[in-house]
């Protein structure tokens, strides 16, 4: 039973307002996509942190064992001008999706471009782990480095691919808007960088934290070792 405090609490400002029956139900209001679409992109990044850590955790835990000095032998060696082209490509990448992210927001239409170099470098990214993995000279059975080398940058490359998904989709939305305008009035869809932007705001989130995540794989697959 309702007390007369409850019936004293406004209602929230991102609730969809209640009609009577027969009435058509209105849109939901943006804001309350965006503020899901918000909080998704950083549970996203707690999920990954997660999952990546327990690589971090093998790495340093076979590091620290050696069982046989089998770690890391010495012929096993990653290709170092590759692993720097690739980590430059995801940070460019990612700087670049943040920034068409402010462009968007600031109603500047060549954020698409911007967008679009990050995807193609993205993509850059997927070849040359590739071609890395087709000339390295060693597979997961050489020693447990070798092991946690190509477990970890291949699973990295899946959540890469699946990053640079969702920023292409925003792409993809906007071009599509503008090749074949809604018609005006019609609810939110004729403005939709109004929808857009919370999207593209979270796949540059996202983007931007894995890209801090390969600054780490590369620090310790590459540098130390």
């Not at 170099?117 to 993205?122: D, E, F, H, N, Q």
């Not at 919370?198 to 070792?225: C, K, N, R, S």
């Amino acid at each position: 039973m309702a007390s007369a405090g409850d019936a004293a609490v406004p209602p929230s400002p991102l609730a969809v307002a209640t009609v009577p029956l027969g009435v058509e139900i209105p849109p939901e209001p943006p804001e309350v996509g965006a503020r899901a679409l918000h909080l998704a992109a950083r549970m996203l990044a707690g999920a990954t942190t997660f999952f990546f850590l327990a690589y971090v955790f093998a790495y340093f835990y076979l590091r620290s064992l050696n069982v046989q000095g089998q770690w890391h032998p010495t012929w096993v060696k990653p290709n170092e001008p590759l692993g720097a082209a690739i980590i430059v490509c995801v940070l460019v990448s990612a700087g670049l999706s943040y920034w068409s992210a402010r462009q968007m927001r600031q109603g500047n239409r060549g954020w698409v471009t911007t967008a679009g170099v990050a995807l193609t470098l993205g993509l850059l990214v997927v070849v040359l782990q590739i071609i890395e993995w087709a000339v390295q000279g060693f597979g997961p059975t050489n020693g447990a480095y070798a092991s946690v080398f190509i477990a970890w940058t291949s699973l990295y490359v899946l959540a890469v691919l699946g990053a640079l998904y969702w920023l292409e989709t925003q792409v993809a939305t906007e071009l599509r808007a503008r090749r074949s305008p809604a018609a005006r009035g019609v609810g939110d869809i004729s403005n939709p960088d109004r929808l857009i932007a919370p999207g593209l705001d979270a796949a540059a989130f996202y983007w931007a934290y894995l890209a801090a995540v390969g600054a780490i794989t590369y620090v310790l697959l590459y540098l130390i070792q």
